[in-house]
């Protein structure tokens, strides 16, 4: 059975990311976009025969029995909120919403109306991901002990209305933007609960760009992420295990790092992967199966929770550059 | 004036320079600057701050009028640095022109100009003062910013209180060029072969040209004025690169085997390269000179690279730039304002500081 799906958004990641895979996709037919931008309207007019292209919500979810939501952070509240109250299943782009209380109640929405509702943490189809979920899962390299997570660039999304620099409207910085994804991949690896922990950032007032977090698990594991996009960082998420260290690089998702009992590091090669179309594969046989979506709501929720924990006790990173700044 | 009640507007405040000057008016006056942001991609560090953005560009007079508001005093950081030469000079001009117009239709009080020491040209004298005459060069850049002296001089004669600032060798935090460039410089082997190189450097670190360029604002002496910041003394070009060298763990006694460039070479690459580094002299370098002179054209990056990994460093055509023994004085600022910068090592401290926390030192825990 076909999915007939609307666009709401087709900015950058729209643009990126899912509109060239919904071209040809056999399971989901894309039927609406919805973009206040007629010059992106207009443009999308000519590449794709949808039922409904324009700036109309509303007119757009007639046409569609789900929505794959791409707009700034600030707009996932509402609008997921008017396409649950039309009986609309939903992806998220990421973060779910600006904050907890919001996702909350859209998680309830979808709960009470039997309505799929994913977020968009892409990073967990990569096969490297799964393959190191069952590394830890199995022992392979004997007990976690600690992690070690820094990830960094430049920031150059081609952000046009800015909305991920205004406090409001994105909801945080590198920490909700970047952190969210490391943060779905860290509680869904570890499966544990954070039991203790410490946050300190660069916010001068504005959104933070530099964050770092001290974390202890339920278990016993402890570790350290660090994320900037005012800089290229080593990149690289390391894991301590009992018996080795395994080491795996966001950016260049196919390979896995593993170093045993102090060995040679030998490189491990997955499967290519294609994150947003498994995304949209499980999203489609979650609704027609009548069973969870692999990301679920609450997982996200988790994610969320922890970033409103962080930014209501942060500290100042030691920018020792920045006189009177940063004690730690 | 009193900047601490000053309402300032920024142009160029996604950049290195301009991105400080906001970010000490938060921190040190509690002032949350206007900033003109043309493309909000490079906008993460100035987000940090309480600032409020105003999408736009020099060249678009509403954007201008919107962010300036109701401020009365601009640092003027924007200038054109696209691949576009012809676009630049109206970005450095007419940009300046349509910015010196909407502050005197607003009373702007002042306005900070940032110029350049390069209107100086490409050989200044052994020593330079504000009142060592300006050379127009093939140099566009600092071609470009004595024509915008020159529209500086204008507005002044029309009632706008300008200041123009001539800054050195800027380095610190993010400094694009003289901190994160130079340091990757000496990391891909860039600064080798420097036994015939003695000229003289003159670095300013960013905190006292920015606390520079606040007294003159706060100085009404320096309306009108040009100004020279520059550090309080002038070190070798060797001293300044073999810093970034002592940060990086690299040995600056060598000077020609281009081992530094292989100690700091990628995990992969520079094992390999270390242990056959004469086998591959011997075996290709005669074939590929003229491959090299190919890439230089077609790929400078990859060619700097590859000259470096081989033992290379300082090329011909920089010679003559790093074997210059110019002194750029600081006397009038010292006096007419009180400046008052921190001396290299000082500035280098936080430098490494930097550095080292955005992980561009290599083996760091």
């Known amino acids: 059975m076909t999915m007939n799906i609307g666009l709401i958004g087709a900015g950058a990641i729209a643009q990126q990311a899912y509109l060239p895979l919904l071209k040809g996709f056999p399971e989901i037919k894309l039927r609406a976009i919805v973009e206040p931008d007629e010059r992106i309207t207009t443009d999308l007019s000519d590449k794709f025969s949808c039922s409904y292209i324009g700036s109309d919500l509303e007119a757009a979810l007639k046409h569609v029995d789900a929505v794959i939501i791409c707009v700034p952070n600030f707009l996932h509240y509402p609008i997921a909120k008017l396409c649950l109250e039309m009986g609309k299943h939903i992806i998220c782009e990421k973060p779910i919403t600006t904050n907890v209380r919001d996702a909350e109640a859209l998680l309830r929405m979808a709960e009470a109306s039997s309505l799929t509702l994913t977020v968009a943490h892409v990073r967990r189809f990569h096969p490297a991901a799964k393959k190191i979920k069952e590394i830890i899962t199995t022992g392979t390299l004997g007990a976690l002990t600690g992690f070690d997570f820094r990830e960094g660039t430049v920031f150059s999304w081609p952000a046009v209305t800015g909305f991920v620099f205004d406090k409001e409207k994105a909801g945080g910085g590198v920490f909700m933007d970047i952190g969210v994804h490391l943060l779905d991949l860290l509680f869904w690896w570890l499966d544990d609960e954070v039991t203790s922990f410490q946050y300190a950032d660069d916010y001068l007032g504005g959104l933070e760009a530099t964050a770092e977090v001290n974390m202890t698990f339920r278990r016993g594991v402890t570790g350290h992420v660090k994320l900037t996009r005012l800089a290229v960082l080593k990149n690289f998420y390391t894991f301590f295990f009992e018996k080795g260290v395994l080491s795996w690089n966001p950016f260049t998702p196919r390979r896995i790092y593993i170093r045993k009992d102090s060995k040679q590091t030998v490189s491990l090669k997955t499967e290519k992967g294609a994150p947003v179309r498994e995304l949209l594969l499980d999203f489609s046989a979650a609704i027609r199966d009548k069973r969870p979506p692999f990301i679920k709501g609450e997982e996200a929720l988790q994610s969320l929770r922890f970033i409103e924990a962080c930014y209501a006790s942060r500290q100042a990173i030691p920018m020792i550059w920045v006189n009177g700044v940063g004690s730690l | ?365």
């Open chain 2, 1 to 365: 004036m009193n900047l601490g009640a000053a309402r300032v507007f920024i142009t160029g405040a996604t950049g290195f320079i301009g991105g400080c000057i906001a970010e000490r008016l938060w921190l040190d006056y509690k002032i949350p600057a206007r900033c003109l942001v043309q493309n909000y991609a490079a906008a993460s560090r100035l987000a940090r701050l309480p600032v409020t953005m105003y999408p736009g560009n020099m060249l678009d007079k509403n954007s201008l009028e919107q962010g300036l508001g109701e401020s009365n005093v601009i640092f003027h950081c924007a200038y054109g640095n696209s691949k576009d030469p012809s676009l630049n000079t109206r970005i450095n001009e007419e940009g300046l022109q349509n910015l010196g117009k909407i502050a005197i239709q607003h009373g702007v009080e002042r306005l900070i100009h940032l110029s350049t020491v390069a209107v100086y040209g490409p050989e200044p004298p052994e020593r330079v003062t504000e009142e060592t005459p300006v050379r127009l060069s093939e140099d566009e850049y600092g071609s470009s910013k004595i024509r915008t002296e020159a529209i500086c001089h204008d507005l002044m004669a029309r009632g706008l209180p300008v200041v123009i600032i001539r800054p050195t060798v800027v380095f610190g935090p993010f400094s694009p060029l003289w901190t994160i460039g130079a340091f990757k410089r000496v990391l891909n082997g860039g600064w080798e072969n420097t036994s015939d190189i003695d000229g003289l450097c003159n670095p300013v670190y960013i905190d006292d040209l920015v606390k520079g360029l606040f007294l003159c604002v706060e100085n009404e002496a320096a309306v009108g004025e040009t100004f020279i910041l520059s550090g309080p003394e002038s070190i070798s070009w060797n001293d300044f690169f073999n810093a970034y060298k002592d940060v990086a763990g690299l040995n600056h006694s060598s000077s020609s085997t281009g081992q530094n460039a292989l100690k700091s070479g990628s995990t992969l690459v520079g094992p390999f390269l270390r242990s056959n580094i004469r086998l591959l002299r011997r075996v290709i370098e005669p074939q590929m000179i003229d491959i090299y002179e190919w890439l230089k054209v077609s790929h400078p990056a990859f060619a700097r690279k590859l000259s470096a990994l081989l033992g290379g460093g300082v090329q011909e055509n920089e010679k003559k730039k790093y074997n210059q023994k110019t002194v750029y004085s600081i006397e009038k600022a010292r006096n007419n304002l009180g400046y008052s910068p921190r001396f290299f090592a000082a500035g280098m401290e936080d430098t490494t500081a930097w550095l080292i926390y955005y992980e561009y030192v290599p083996n760091q825990p």
